[in-house]
């Protein structure tokens, strides 16, 4: 006979994987955050939106309401940019993360100390190891050979090259 007291098991829906962008913002919701990850991807989505001429001269600082406040390098910049204010939230508006944003503010001062959201530099190729000083073909380079970090191992030969050549004292 069955336990009454077992609970009938639920049957899970199959569900689809969802990306990535999509479980950040169910996070985000459940912690509050989704108003500030919107404001935040709209600051991001500038640099796009601007282009690289206009980006090393202009920063998005922060949103006030649905304002974008941005840093400007120059007043004949910020003079400059108001004439284009139009095409630029064209653009904007274009860019994923900031369809919402109905203005533009210019404000002149310095750069340094604004966000940047530039996308990393991918970092540069490690250097190729250093040519190995001469060891003995006995224990020593059998034992170098087994070390598999490459800086490690030329460290260590280096190490034995200098103590073998080193005077006795």
């Known amino acids: 006979p069955a336990n009454p007291r077992r609970m009938k098991r639920r049957t899970r829906r199959a569900a689809s994987p969802r990306g990535g ?36 001269r202009v920063r998005a600082e922060r949103m006030q309401g649905t304002t974008m406040v941005l840093r400007v390098s120059s007043s004949g910049w910020a003079n400059e940019l108001s004439f284009m204010k139009a095409q630029l939230l064209e653009r904007l508006h274009a860019t994923a993360g900031a369809g919402w944003v109905e203005d533009l503010r210019f404000q002149v001062g310095p750069l340094e100390g604004a966000p940047d959201f530039d996308e990393p530099t991918p970092r540069a190729p490690a250097p190729p190891p250093p040519d190995l000083p001469p060891v003995d073909d006995g224990a020593v380079a059998a034992a170098l050979r087994a070390i598999q970090d490459p800086e490690l191992r030329a460290a260590f030969a280096e190490l034995y090259a200098r103590a073998r050549h080193r005077p006795a004292t």
């Open 21 to 56: 962008p999509s479980l950040v913002d169910a996070l985000f919701g459940r912690l509050g955050l989704d108003e500030e990850a919107r404001r935040w991807r709209a600051l991001a989505a500038w640099r796009a939106a601007a282009g690289e001429r206009i980006a090393a």
